[in-house]
């Protein structure tokens, strides 16, 4: 599979913890279930998800899965079927990722130490060697997310017209962001902000985001071409 081994794994310094975030309906996939349930090489994407974070080789030592209280039931019926050996824990998201992902973290309960990863659980492609080096970076600097530079030109938007940014100043964000736990806890005790896109926009007025190089592989499942191109990725290796 792609992406699955590590060069040259070493034991990390810090306990290491991950939230899964699925919170999709499947809309734009035009889809009867939502996408993290469609399949991908006959099983579901949130399984191909979960296996990359489960994999030895990264040493998570806590692997929680955040969905919506109506996909529950669905989801035990998936994993009993395909992956019964799999260990994660489940909990149930709030309205919004932000919400979700505090769940996450409250799941976590007393635990204060550690480096903790949040990653989409329709990113189910992300290379171990992108997941492990985030950690890596996280344990070094604090916070630390995924990244690629735009491959197109970019432009951004005036009253006027549009106008030329310099792309090479420009990354596109992916995930997996990690973080020193304590520092996400404090983050997520803020009140939610319509400014809050993603982890590292929640925590980046306390702490500076240290950036990783991301794969383009590392693609966010959300429309039919997508999965297509999931499909051809796996077929590849």
């Not at 279930?33 to 949130?46: A, H, I, N, S, T």
């Not at 979960?50 to 989801?75: C, G, I, K, N, Y």
Request: proline share 8%; charged share 20%.
């Amino acid at each position: 599979m792609l992406g699955t081994k590590l060069p040259s794994p070493q034991a990390p310094k810090s306990p290491r913890f991950a939230i899964i975030v699925a919170g999709g309906t499947g809309t734009r996939m035009g889809a009867d279930r939502p996408k993290q349930f469609l399949e991908l090489q006959g099983e579901p994407v949130l399984l191909h998800t979960l296996r990359r974070f489960a994999a030895p080789a990264l040493s998570v030592q806590r692997l929680v899965l955040v969905l919506p209280a109506d996909q529950l039931e669905v989801w035990q019926e998936l994993h009993a079927r395909y992956a019964p050996e799999l260990r994660h824990e489940v909990v149930t998201g709030g309205a919004t990722r932000w919400a979700s992902v505090r769940q996450g973290l409250l799941h976590l309960g007393a635990q204060t130490e550690g480096l903790v990863a949040v990653h989409d659980g329709v990113r189910p492609l992300t290379p171990l060697s992108v997941i492990e080096n985030t950690y890596a970076a996280a344990e070094q600097h604090g916070a630390a997310i995924a990244a690629v530079p735009p491959k197109d030109s970019v432009r951004g938007l005036s009253a006027t017209g549009s106008y030329a940014l310099d792309r090479s100043r420009l990354r596109l964000v992916q995930t997996p962001q990690c973080f020193e736990l304590g520092l996400l806890r404090r983050a997520y005790q803020m009140p939610e902000l319509p400014t809050f896109t993603d982890d590292a926009s929640v925590v980046e007025d306390l702490h500076p985001i240290q950036l990783v190089q991301g794969d383009y592989g590392n693609i966010k499942i959300t429309t039919p071409d997508d999965l297509l191109l999931a499909e051809a990725l796996l077929r590849r290796g």
